[in-house]
């Protein structure tokens, strides 16, 4: 995780398809995070995100290959879900043989070709109305978005939505 942060912090990887946080800003990651996936708290450290902001963390609770497994966090999903990886597999593997699954790179190639900005390092793409919300998966319910403000927003209504039955109201002035 040293070695990553320290020799790739900060990096944009495939214009903005993937990026490593800056280690200066792991904690506020982790923060950020924990807000919408409190149940993760003291457990993970944040070391990467993708053009949808979503979220790459190492996960004390989960060991794959003797190894932290990794989980990634879905703001506009709402969900967080365990790769079959550790950090070293992660990239090593996931990344190259499976980009598209792990960063719906497909998706951002079309983003990009029908005129879709590419995000800068604190920007993603993120969904006007969120998935968990019965917002379309679609590209006319996507901007590109200041990526604190996406995860705040996000993480507020994620923490309210939890374990909800599907069409509850939420109450966020609260």
């Known amino acids: 995780m040293n070695e990553l942060l320290g020799d790739f912090g900060g990096a944009s990887f495939n214009h903005g398809l993937y990026r490593i946080v800056s280690a200066q800003d792991v904690p506020t990651w982790n923060a950020r995070v924990g807000l919408a996936f409190s149940e993760f708290t003291g457990r993970i450290t944040c070391f990467g995100y993708d053009w949808l902001g979503r979220t790459f963390a190492v996960d004390k609770g989960r060991i794959e290959d003797g190894e932290p497994g990794i989980l990634m966090f879905e703001p506009g999903t709402g969900e967080a ?26 998706a951002y190639a079309e983003w990009c070709q029908t005129g879709g900005g590419e995000p800068a390092y604190d920007q993603c793409v993120g969904y006007k ?11 006319e319910n996507m901007e590109l978005s200041d990526l604190e403000v996406y995860w705040h927003i996000m993480g507020q209504l994620v923490a309210k939505a939890k374990g909800l039955p599907p069409g509850t109201p939420l109450n966020l002035r609260s």
Not at 81 to 106: C, R, Y
Not at 129 to 139: Q, S, Y
């Open 129 to 139: 109305i969120p998935l968990f919300l019965n917002g379309k998966d679609a590209f």
């Open 81 to 106: 879900l365990e790769i079959p990886a550790n950090i070293k597999t992660f990239h090593d593997v996931e990344l190259n043989e499976n980009p598209d699954a792990a960063l719906a790179s497909t």
